[in-house]
């Protein structure tokens, strides 16, 4: 009998609530039942109040138990977990569950799906699929896509990727650089983290795209210090990649050169800052150049670079996939596609949830959040980290729209969404 | 000031250059390698830097005092690290911080009993608040019960 796959995920906070206990435990169990068994570490699917959780592969389908904790393991076992057995923690089918079926899952579409540290798995869910097609199009047209597409900076500032592309394009250098930002997160965000630990060759991919678009062959990731497990991840998909021939010298025979290099901060909370995260890139204290020049035209060792955050070059790869029509065929006005929004602080249901824009911070935090996790009422809603605004309970229908949060005083920045209770 | 020499061993420090390449703009990328292995950056780290990667020692030293995570001075054998961001707040970090200062009576941002507590500014956990970090390791939804239950498995350990 082929070994039953299962399933723990290996991201920091189901580790942070014993994700990885429950692992060793299930290893244990298995052993001492004599069961054989795979044991995958996956990304999060992002519905963190869930967590730890768990599944089992069964007749192809995967079936999730929530909350469950490394005293619990056994007695799963007990009650058939390896056949999908009922239990106080069984939940039902992974792609049943409301949290999830309800978004609109564009560039975290594999998070919790797939093994972030297999070429292989990633393979199968057409990782890397749009960087083949794009040596097709040609870096012409990838740039048109991206601008067609309507993308903008998901780091907060919202301006268009594809100007930026083209910029750096039309620039003559005998070098020219990618910089994702890793580290430009507001406060209370956590979508960049959840996506280089459950699909870091997502991000790879989009840089390869970028780096292939503009004529770059060198990126770099610069990564907040205060993420060890993500840069665990990172590092390892890095070299699985240089491995399989996905990055180095004439990549999977196209003639096209593209390496990156991952860089830790130190906790300078001013390196987001992009010319201050150029500076700790060169080796310098992180401080704030002045513009201009711009990046496009000189940044990272005054070489034109594209400086984009990790969510928006992971949103890439499935507009070259899909096609920009589709991309900007989601969202409303100005503000195409998706975000992913971070469900954070005194809420019941905690996770990331990808949608398009247009929707309302209401629905967000009642019909995905279900509440506040003290039942108290909600006061204030914290949108945008700290450089963002407090929004009372009365304009939570304002739709989540760049411009519209402008006109309240407000901005959406990297979609963190933070809930505070009454009594504070 | 036999306190700065204490664990710093310059061949490890030389190994940990090499590997960088000896870049001068890797200073940050080494900096942080030293602190992973040494746990803190003595002067003497930061003359043998410059002498190095041939860069001035107030050149280092500027890069050293810029960041927060080169502490110029060695902390307690764990360092126990409390979110203090905003989704940590509307749960009750200010609350766990009080309780974590009395209980292990050490004052944030100093040691005593081999312990140093500091805050910590988001550790990407905002949907599992409060979140901590003891040595380098993330825990979420942590009550003071919690709390005291992860300093105990962390003294065990020793």
Known sequence: MAAIRTFVPRETAAVSVGADEIAVEIARVAKARGASIELIRNGSWGATWLEPLVEVEVDGKRIAYGNVTAADVADMFSAGFLEGGKHARRIGLVTEIPYLIDQDRWTFFRCGLIDPLSIDSFRRHKGFDAIEKAFEMGAKAVIEAVADAGLRGRGGAGFPTGIKWRTVADASA????????????????????????????????????????????????????????????????????RESGWLGENIQGSGFDFDIELHLGAGSYVCGEETAMLESLEGKAGIVRYKPPLPTHEGLFGKPTVINNVVTLASVPNIINLGSERYASLGVNRSKGTLAFQLAGNIKRGGLVEKAFGITLRELIDDWGGGTASGRPVKAVQVGGQLGAYIPAEQLDTPLDYEAFVEIGAMIGHGGIVVFDDTV | ??????????????????????????????????????????????????????????????????????????????????????????????????????????DMHDTKNDITLEPVYCLGNCACSPAIMIDNKTYGRVSHERFDQLVGAMRQSD
């Open chain 1, 174 to 241: 005998d070098q020219k650089y990618i910089a994702c930002n890793a580290d430009d997160g507001d406060s209370s965000t956590f979508s960049d983290r959840l996506l280089m630990e459950g699909d870091p060759c997502c991000l790879i991919e989009g840089m390869l795209i970028a780096g292939f678009a503009v004529a770059a062959s060198k990126g770099y990731i610069y990564l907040r210090s205060e993420y060890p497990l993500t840069r665990l991840i990172l590092a390892r998909a890095l070299d699985n990649a």
């Open chain 2, 1 to 106: 000031m036999l306190m700065t020499t204490i664990g710093y061993d310059k061949d490890a420090a030389d190994n940990i250059i090499d590997e960088f390449g000896a870049r001068p703009e890797m200073l940050v990328q080494i900096l942080q390698a030293f602190v992973q292995r040494f746990a803190w950056i003595p002067e003497e780290a930061i003359r043998h830097l410059a002498e190095k990667l041939n860069r001035s020692r107030a050149d280092v030293h500027g890069v050293v005092s810029y960041y927060h995570d080169f502490r110029t001075r060695p902390p307690g054998k764990h360092v126990v690290r409390i979110c203090q961001a905003e989704a940590c707040q509307s749960m009750g970090s200010r609350s766990l911080t009080e309780h974590a200062s009395n209980s292990l009576g050490v």
